[in-house]
């Protein structure tokens, strides 16, 4: 049975991925900070991994600062497009509504997920450039609740994106946490049952 260490020293000579000097440091944090995290791995690291000069990570993004922004907003295009891309299967806004719990759950199941990646570097690195790229993804995430919960008519649907946005966050961490990809149908059933609320109150509250 190989050992953690040796499983370690594996992981670090590992060919590097093809590409520009760019596209291999953005590959290689990717691979790295998300696995680590950001704090944890050093710009060497990540340099060795992408098989590059030290001047090109400089050259690339500036400082390690800008690459860890760099890595967050590529994870944000990630799954946003993931996301969207699930949802188009889908023909009412209700389905498509639910379909984002759905999305979810095929995120889980992936090979080496460990949560939010936004989350997880808030938290090691709370420095200006990491939460404005959070705030962005935050916002897309919510924003997408929210015009999805008005397209399926529900009176409220700030309140109601809010609401959903809460165990989008939930979902992601249960899953993380308790190893257990399926935790998103529960999270669908939760955000059915607020959906169907919603539309049942705006029904009732509709004099005509």
């Not at 596209?23 to 680590?36: G, H, I, S």
């Not at 950001?38 to 590059?52: C, K, M, N, P, S």
């Not at 990630?78 to 095929?106: C, D, H, K, M, W």
């Not at 399926?152 to 959903?164: F, K, S, Y």
């Amino acid at each position: 049975m190989a050992t953690k260490a040796s499983a370690t020293k594996a992981s670090a000579t590992k060919a590097p991925v093809a590409g520009s000097a760019r596209e291999r440091l953005l590959a290689a944090a990717n691979e790295l900070f998300y696995a680590e995290g950001v704090h944890t791995v050093g710009i060497d690291r990540v340099i060795e991994r992408a098989g590059v000069a030290k001047a090109s990570l400089y050259n690339s993004f500036g400082s390690k600062d800008e690459l860890i922004k760099a890595y967050l907003e590529d994870r944000h295009a990630v799954v946003s497009r993931r996301i969207t891309n699930y949802l188009e299967r889908f023909s009412t806004p209700r389905e498509r509504l639910l379909g984002v719990f759905e999305a979810q759950g095929e995120l889980f199941a992936e090979p080496g997920f460990r949560g939010c990646a936004f989350v997880s570097a808030s938290a090691e690195s709370p420095g200006e450039l990491v939460q404005h790229a959070a705030d962005d993804y935050r916002g897309w995430v919510r924003g997408l609740l929210t015009d999805l919960a008005r397209a399926a008519g529900a009176p409220a649907p700030e309140l109601l994106g809010r609401q959903l946005h809460l165990i989008y966050d939930g979902a992601s961490l249960a899953a993380r946490m308790d190893h257990d990809p399926a935790v998103s149908m529960a999270a669908r059933a939760a955000a059915e049952v607020l959906l169907d609320a919603a539309l049942v109150d705006g029904v009732t509250a509709d004099p005509a």
